[in-house]
């Protein structure tokens, strides 16, 4: 968990009308550091690479994952470009691993889809475990991102739910064409 102990000039101050919130939401989880809400890894040259929110976790089975870890494994080099994470309802396990892939280079048979397919599920079982084999993963060509660059994981997340029908506008997109090819190849 990425968490910040020296302050900065700028640095959030309050919340307007609520320093008690301001105060647990960032300075209460590790004591008398600012507490980002991002997971972070750092490599041995002491850099660190910022994986995404800690917050936004999927439930399978009673064992809680971060979106941002799964994607981690994921994101093979060579292989991956980028990728997203999101649950969807499962009978079982109620939610399953649901992933959008953006492959380096799409695959052109359902061999090749097969054996991505199996690198993908690998190396998520390898660095997380057993219980983090993703059900479903998609290839895309992109994923629906605000023109800031921020993955929409709403539109995401309807997808995989399958209840697309209510996706709301998506004209405000950086390429809307994605999400129309998303639910296509769903």
């Known amino acids: 968990m990425l968490c910040i102990r020296f302050p900065w000039p700028g640095m959030l101050r309050t919340i307007y009308g609520d320093h008690e919130r301001c105060y647990n939401t960032y300075f209460s989880a590790f004591k008398n550091h600012y507490f980002t809400g991002d997971g972070a890894r750092r490599d041995t040259k002491g850099n660190y690479r910022i994986i995404g929110r800690v917050d936004d976790v999927i439930n399978v089975s009673g064992h809680r994952f971060g979106t941002a870890e799964i994607e981690s494994a994921l994101n093979i080099e060579g292989k991956v470009v980028e990728s997203a994470v999101v649950g969807y309802p499962h009978d079982i396990k109620g939610q399953g691993i649901y992933c959008f892939v953006v492959p380096e280079k799409m695959p052109t048979n359902e061999t090749e889809t097969e054996i991505l397919r199996n690198e993908l599920i690998e190396a998520a079982v390898h660095d997380i ?56 190849g769903k």
């Open 129 to 184: 475990g057993k219980i983090a084999r993703p059900e479903k993963i998609q290839f895309v060509s992109g994923l629906p991102k605000t023109r800031s660059g921020k993955i929409m994981r709403r539109i995401l997340r309807k997808v995989a739910e399958g209840t697309h029908d209510s996706l709301g506008d998506t004209s405000t997109l950086l390429d809307p064409a994605v999400v129309d090819e998303i639910i296509e």
